[in-house]
């Protein structure tokens, strides 16, 4: 089991940056580097649509068309931590992003809700225009 914690969320103009992470909290006998991580955003009024993704060992990353180009996961297995960098920021951009955990024994990238079972809080980015 893994609890997540994403921080990073704020306010940014059009073109700015922010880079969101998400902590991990690992029960006993599992390791951060056996969970496969995504991120996931939801707008008001729309359904929580996946953004980018990356494998276990952090060698393998996806990204929705949306962001390709100007978003980037990464992940810090020591320090049990996956970031999104997201540069060039679009009003479109503004959501509750999540961070999700699905505990993996292969290193192929996971994407689509359905397949993360651990999911955290979730934390509000906003784009003005």
């Known amino acids: 089991q893994v609890q997540l914690v994403e921080s990073g969320g704020g306010l940014v103009q059009t073109g700015g940056s922010l880079r969101l992470s998400c902590a991990a909290s690992?029960?006993?006998?599992?390791?951060?580097?056996?969970?496969?991580m995504g991120w996931f955003r939801q707008a008001p009024g729309k359904e929580r649509e996946f953004v980018a993704a990356i494998n276990t060992r952090g060698g393998s990353t996806y990204y929705a068309d949306s962001v390709k180009g100007r978003f980037t996961i990464s992940r810090d297995n020591a320090k049990n931590l996956v970031y999104l960098q997201m540069n060039s920021l679009k009003p479109e951009d503004t959501g509750v992003y999540y961070c999700a955990g699905r505990l993996s024994f292969s290193t192929t990238v996971v994407t689509g809700t359905r397949n993360y079972g651990y999911w955290g809080q979730g934390t509000q980015v906003t784009v003005s225009s």
């Open positions: 690992v029960a006993s006998g599992r390791t951060f580097s056996a969970y496969a």
